[in-house]
């Protein structure tokens, strides 16, 4: 079932994948700093931030791409499974913090907590951590969606509250008696699995999973959009009254692709968090949805591919610019959104195939034309020979 969900470009997207998650750690860890093939320190980071962006660009494509549900709120569960992972890497420092307590994390100790709260209990496994990273974002989509998808809330309306959620939970977890450290949030993270954070080792290995768990993210989305599901999707996206009329449940099709997205965001926020440093309120930013939303539309919606490359292309090209201080982040996003409306209305990847796939017949077409003389030449000789 895996092998016929994949086909020859997705094959090939995965083997790319596979391939750097192996290679930039090896060229990171096993070549010298003077050698022209070794990956900095810093890259490796960089680049492992923007493959868990290429993961939340993946998930938003799923239900924006291939359902037609538009989400200005998916920075909400990418926060809430960085603040999972951030809530156990705060429980793995121990009595190494600046106030020396094994139990409480600076942050409580400094606001005069008598004790742990009951929801930071079980934070001190991975496993559990692994699991609320999951069923935090998971639990809340689904919650959502059960009211807002049986009441049919649909189109510009869904984005918006969408859009109102992230931000309540933006301004809930600013305040510091929620127990999530307020504005300064979670950080100064030591251990993960008993290893340094800040090894190079490490930061490869954190690099080598994001990479990992960006090609399983999309196996799955391309599991489920060359399914029957996805073909019901597809109908929904397109003409989700007519979907309804033929007797399918729309609301339970939307319900399950919507938490599954929410769940590959979760993921990615936790992927996101240990190479950072860091996890705070402003990942519930608005703006921050609103940007992973340009990703999509830029790399290509409803192409599972467009979105990883639109993300890791706008993310860096912020990074550049950014180092330069020549023009405000939203300001270029904005612009490169307008002009890829403009000029390239499907997005890079869709617009590139088209131009490959005018380009091809061509080719073909001015090949069989310099065949033709050569067979009329060859046939022509031993007609030659007869008549001679």
Not at 48 to 68: E, H, N, P, T
Request: aromatic share 12%.
């Amino acid at each position: 079932m895996i092998l016929n969900g994949l086909n020859r470009y997705a094959t090939t997207f995965l083997v790319i994948l596979l391939a750097i998650a192996v290679l930039v750690p090896a060229l990171n860890l096993g070549l010298p700093a003077s050698s022209p093939f070794h990956v900095p320190n810093f890259m490796v980071t960089l680049f492992g931030k923007y493959l868990s962006f290429a993961l939340l660009a993946l998930s938003v494509d799923l239900i924006w791409g291939f359902a037609g549900i538009l989400s200005l709120g998916h920075g909400a569960f990418f926060a809430l499974g960085g603040y999972a992972m951030g809530m156990y890497l705060m429980r793995q420092i121990g009595s190494r913090g600046v106030y020396g307590n094994p139990d409480l994390p600076d942050f409580m100790v400094f606001l005069n907590w008598p004790e742990l709260p009951w929801y930071w209990y079980g934070f001190d496994n991975f496993f559990f951590a692994a699991l609320m990273v999951v069923l935090v974002p998971g639990v809340l989509a689904f919650v959502f969606g059960w009211f807002a998808f049986r009441s049919r809330v649909t189109g510009v309306y869904l984005s918006i509250i969408t859009q109102a959620m992230t931000y309540a939970l933006l301004l809930a977890f600013f305040r510091n008696d929620m127990g999530f450290g307020g504005n300064n949030g979670l950080t100064d993270f030591k251990d993960i699995l008993g290893f340094n954070i800040q090894s190079d080792s490490t930061r490869a290995g954190l690099f080598a999973a994001s990479a990992l768990a960006l090609a399983a993210g999309f196996v799955i989305c391309r599991i489920v959009v060359a399914s029957k599901l996805g073909k019901v999707l597809v109908g929904v996206r397109d003409a989700e009254s007519r979907t309804r009329f033929l007797g399918y449940r729309v609301e339970h099709y939307k319900l399950f692709v919507w938490t599954l997205s929410a769940i590959l965001a979760g993921i990615a926020g936790a992927l996101y968090v240990p190479q950072v440093g860091i996890i705070n309120p402003s990942e519930f930013s608005p703006a921050n949805s609103i940007e992973v939303v340009i990703w999509v539309a830029v790399g290509g919606r409803g192409t599972l591919v467009g979105p990883v490359i639109g993300a890791m292309a706008l993310a860096y090209l912020k990074f550049l610019l950014g180092q330069q201080s020549l023009v405000d982040n939203m300001m270029l996003l904005g612009l490169i959104l307008t002009l890829s409306v403009l000029f390239l209305p499907r997005g890079i990847v869709p617009s590139l195939g088209t131009l490959l796939a005018r380009a091809m017949p061509k080719r073909r077409r001015k090949r069989r034309h310099h065949r033709r003389p050569q067979r009329e030449a060859e046939e022509a000789r031993p007609g030659e020979a007869l008549n001679g």
